[in-house]
C-alpha cells in the first residue's frame, strides 16, 4: 500500500461519524414518522435499550434531536427532531427507495405525494435541472 495515501476528508464521513450505527437512521425514522417516547421508539425499531439510549444521547449532541420533558414523576422525556434532523428526511428517502429497488423484494414501503401520485425521488441539478450522475459530478475541496 502506498504510504502517502490517508484517508479522504469528507462530509460522507462526517455525517456517518454521527449516523453511521446501526440503530441510528431507524431511530431517526420513528420520530420523522411522528413516534417520540423512547419505548415505542425502541419498540418500532427492534433497538435494545441501552443502544437506543446510546444512540438517542449522540443524535442529541450532535443537535439532530432534542429532549423534551412530558412528566416530572416521573422524569419521563420525548424525542423530537431538529432542524438537522428533519432535513435527514430526503436521505431516509432515498434509502428507501435505493432499499425497495435493491433489498427488498417486492417492496416493503412506498410514499404517495399530497399531489396523488407515488413518490419518485428526483435526483437534479437546482440550478441547470439536468439529472445528477456520478459523471455529472467533479469533487472540490473547500
Known amino acids: ?3 502517502t495515501i490517508t484517508p479522504r476528508p469528507c462530509s460522507i ?8 450505527e446501526r440503530w441510528t437512521l431507524l431511530a431517526v425514522r420513528e ?5 417520540h417516547r ?13 443502544i437506543l439510549t446510546d444512540r438517542l444521547r449522540t443524535l442529541e449532541q450532535a ?16 424525542y423530537h427532531l431538529t432542524e438537522a434532523g428533519t432535513e435527514l428526511a430526503p436521505v431516509l428517502l432515498a434509502l428507501s427507495e435505493w432499499g425497495d429497488k ?5 417492496p416493503i414501503t412506498s410514499f404517495d405525494h399530497d399531489c396523488g401520485h407515488p413518490l419518485k425521488i428526483d ?8 439529472e445528477i450522475t ?3 459530478l467533479t469533487p472540490r475541496r473547500r
Do not use: K
Open 31 to 35: 420520530m420523522s414518522y411522528g413516534v
Open 102 to 106: 435493491w433489498a427488498n423484494d417486492p
Open 134 to 136: 456520478r459523471d455529472s
Open 13 to 20: 464521513a462526517s455525517s456517518l461519524h454521527v449516523l453511521g
Open 63 to 78: 443537535g439532530v434531536v432534542e429532549r423534551r420533558q412530558y412528566s416530572e414523576h416521573p422524569p419521563r422525556f420525548e
Open 38 to 50: 423512547f419505548e415505542r421508539i425502541a419498540g418500532y425499531t427492534g433497538a435494545s435499550r441501552n
Open 1 to 3: 500500500m502506498d504510504s
Open 123 to 130: 435526483h437534479t441539478c437546482r440550478h441547470c435541472h439536468r
